[in-house]
């Protein structure tokens, strides 16, 4: 009898749902929130309300496009943690409902944890043990992984995130919300060698990324202050020496992770881990270091239920379940 599972991933600005069946994916459905572009950033709770609009019509579509009827669900998962509380709400509960009235088991799961699996959502998959950067707007880490439910986070940021160190530049350049994207777009035109920032100096496997974005802070007033259409006229240059600099703090502390624990089976993930400059380098310090290599795709790298339900079928099969009193956690670590 074939094990179907429904996941639901609302963890910031993203209502998403999966639907796995015996360990394939079979549909992924994003729901987007537009909303939040005129405030640049994510409103909290513009985001659970915009999650209570779209997660019915979302589960549906799921199930439709995977040709599964929800009184086939073998079991029903939600991101546990890490997120924004409102939104972790919006998709617990509704999942919990949903597994009441089945009468089917509840699976939790940890949003970073999934990322790290989306890479065995399609093939090729790495094979353990294997490292992982898990880098997003609010994690960059790096993680030691022994077996899909053993993990264990060998380096991480001691201030911000990557994506953070993205998203401000951005804006310090003026552009638009969500910036990674922008800067990502604009460094494929630009000389990355033009500008010069500053590598932090942290010993282990840790990251910082909070002085880089006081050197590019500072280094934008002073030439704006000598010529206010510096910015504009060397946009592109900036986004691919500021991306340049982001990716080679990230992947330094990977190769160092690397030689430290023998591991050369490598792998990133998280929204960042879509970043062409990252992907692109990833490859090149592969064939340098003797690396296997593995980048999920692109649908698999920003939030999205299919990681979600890729970890709920290895929970399944560990008969890992929760109960209906499992809370929700903006921080928790797995």
């Not at 179907?4 to 069946?21: G, K, N, P, Q, R």
């Not at 043990?129 to 001691?158: A, K, N, Y």
């Not at 709920?312 to 797995?334: H, I, M, N, P, T």
Request: aromatic share 8%; with cysteine; glycine share 8%.
């Amino acid at each position: 009898m074939s094990v179907h599972i429904l996941a639901i991933e609302s963890s910031c600005d993203e209502t998403s749902a999966a639907v796995l069946t015996d360990g394939k994916v079979l549909s992924n459905i994003i729901a987007n929130q537009t909303v939040h572009e005129q405030y640049g950033g994510v409103v909290p709770e513009l985001a659970s309300r915009a999650h209570q609009e779209n997660i019915v019509p979302v589960v549906d579509m799921a199930l439709k496009k995977a040709g599964v009827d929800r009184s086939e669900l073998s079991a029903i998962a939600f991101t546990q943690s890490p997120g924004l509380i409102g939104s972790l709400l919006v998709g617990s509960c509704f999942a919990k409902a949903m597994a009441l009235a089945l009468n089917i088991p509840l699976i939790a799961v940890h949003h970073m944890q999934a990322h790290v699996l989306a890479n065995f959502i399609a093939d090729p998959k790495p094979s353990f043990p294997f490292l992982c950067l898990t880098v997003s707007g609010g994690h960059t880490q790096i993680v030691r992984c022994d077996s899909p439910l053993s993990m264990q986070v060998i380096g991480e940021t001691l201030d911000d995130a990557a994506g953070e160190a993205f998203d401000k530049s951005a804006k310090l350049l003026g552009l638009p919300y969500p910036g990674g994207p922008l800067i990502d777009k604009y460094a494929k035109e630009g000389n990355a060698a033009r500008f010069k920032f500053p590598e932090p100096q942290i010993p282990g496997l840790n990251f910082s990324f909070s002085g880089l974005k006081t050197a590019i802070l500072y280094f934008l007033q002073e030439h704006q202050q000598k010529d206010p259409g510096f910015v504009q006229a060397n946009l592109a240059d900036i986004c691919a020496s500021v991306q340049e600099r982001i990716v080679s703090i990230l992947l330094h502390k990977l190769v160092k992770a690397s030689r430290e624990t023998g591991i050369q089976q490598i792998a990133i993930a998280g929204g960042v881990s879509a970043n062409s400059g990252l992907r692109n380098a990833l490859q090149q310090y592969g064939e340098k270091h003797g690396w296997q290599t593995y980048i999920p795709k692109f649908e698999y790298c920003t939030d999205n239920a299919a990681m979600i339900v890729m970890t709920a079928w290895y929970k399944y099969l560990a008969g890992d379940f929760a109960g209906l009193e499992a809370g929700v956690s903006a921080r928790a670590g797995f």
